[in-house]
């Protein structure tokens, strides 16, 4: 007889390093009193993630939204952008916040990432960039987007917020694409408390983003640019220098934890799984996403979600519903149909996966969803 979790078991929760080892080393910011602005943990912080990612074109910030900004504003890109309304609306926000106008165009229906076949026909004389995500880690069909935009002449950026740690055969996915964004918030896979990088191929951009985040100040007397303040600082710092050291290990766990989701959900009519990546692909395993078929499961995804709760289960609707349908988006006008984002955003909940959580409490969960299906001991 299952029962209800004791505690909710909420769709996320972050990786925290062992305290005392975090206090310990907290230590080191008491004693130099630099709390912020470029202090010696952040520049720690970017020469390990310089390493990491093997490039030096690395800018870090105070959170992800500010990021991409601040990307978009430097690299001056304006008028149109391809993007995808299938996203968290930090992607297109950043847009408006530079008076760009958002080119929705649909997904394609195995990993949910923009669809290159749609985005050709989207490109019109304004158009200076797409906007593309790797939505749940997903990456996006990297060549094709690569192939439009040399073709037309755009610039390519990378919304891989979703995307730390995944691969492409031995290349990181920030080698992709003109310019990769990064959110280290601590509702992602990998954190820095709050935080936000930028990886980009144009080293002169270094310069412009580190102006751009610091009020524009190029020396004490000089302001070269009316920047913004989006500095990350020395606590982030060391949070994300700490986390680093554990990504391997939390990766693993979480492809354990996603393992068996889908070996006990396979069998559950009317649940389907984002089908096995291709084998160069090394995966984060960042969301744990379900699409549910109202006629096969018996109940559509919201009757499950609303149901789940009652289980102490916090699954999330993401991405219902679609950037474009919310109110402050309804006055863009939407062109072309976006028909498999729609069906996602209908039918997609993202289960519950950390790597604190036991592959016991993934095995309940599965066996809930089954109950809940089968109608019995419906609660
Ligand atoms: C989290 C997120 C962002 C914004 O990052 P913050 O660090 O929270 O500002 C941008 N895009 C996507 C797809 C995200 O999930």
């Known amino acids: 007889m299952i029962k209800p979790f004791e505690k909710p078991i909420y769709v996320t929760r972050p990786f925290l390093p ?10 080191e910011i008491w004693e130099s009193q630099w709390l912020t602005n470029n202090g010696p943990i952040l520049r720690r912080f970017s020469d390990l993630l310089s390493r990491f990612f093997d490039t030096d074109n690395i800018c870090l ?25 299938f996203s968290f609306v930090a992607t297109t926000h950043a847009l408006l916040w530079n008076k ?15 669809d290159p076949e749609k985005v050709e026909s989207a490109i019109t004389p304004l158009t200076s960039a797409i906007l593309a995500v790797h939505v749940y880690g997903h990456p996006c069909q ?9 073709k037309h002449n755009l610039k390519l950026i990378y919304d891989s917020a979703h995307a730390f740690g995944v691969k492409i055969g031995n290349r990181s996915i920030a080698d992709f694409g003109d310019l990769n964004l990064f959110s280290l918030h601590a509702t992602k896979l990998y954190h820095s408390l709050e935080g936000g990088m930028l ?8 310069n412009t983003f580190n102006y751009l985040k610091n009020f524009g100040f190029k020396n004490e007397l000089e302001v070269v640019m009316v920047g913004t ?27 354990k934890l996603s393992e068996v989701y889908r070996r006990r959900l396979v069998e559950i009519p009317g649940i389907r799984l984002v089908p096995a990546m291709s084998a160069d692909i090394m995966y984060n395993y960042a969301y744990m996403p379900i699409e549910v078929d109202e006629r096969e499961f018996r109940l559509s995804r919201d009757a499950l979600y609303e149901k789940l709760k009652h289980w102490n289960i916090f699954g999330r609707r993401y991405f219902y519903p679609l950037i474009c349908d919310y109110a402050c988006y309804r006055s863009i006008s939407v062109e072309n149909p976006l028909t498999v984002a729609r069906r996602a955003a ?4 993202t289960l519950p996966i950390y790597d604190s959580l036991q592959i016991s409490d993934v095995e309940r969960i599965c066996e809930v969803i ?8 419906a609660r």
């Open 61 to 85: 910030f105070n959170n992800g939204t500010l990021a991409l900004q601040i990307a978009l504003q430097g690299m001056e890109i304006s008028g149109e952008v391809i993007t995808t309304p």
């Open 142 to 150: 990297i060549n094709s987007l690569s192939d439009i935009a040399k």
């Open 18 to 27: 062992p305290f005392d080892g975090f206090c310990e080393e907290l230590k």
């Open 100 to 114: 760009i106008r958002p080119v929705f165009v649909d997904i394609e229906p195995d990993y949910y990432t923009l």
């Open 346 to 349: 209908d039918r997609i909940l």
């Open 370 to 377: 089954r109950l809940i299906h089968l109608g019995e001991n």
């Open 199 to 206: 990886i980009f191929k144009q080293t002169r951009l270094k």
């Open 229 to 255: 303040n989006a500095k990350m600082n020395e606590i982030q710092a060391l949070m994300g220098i700490q986390v680093l050291r554990y990504l391997e290990e939390i990766i693993q766990r979480r492809s």
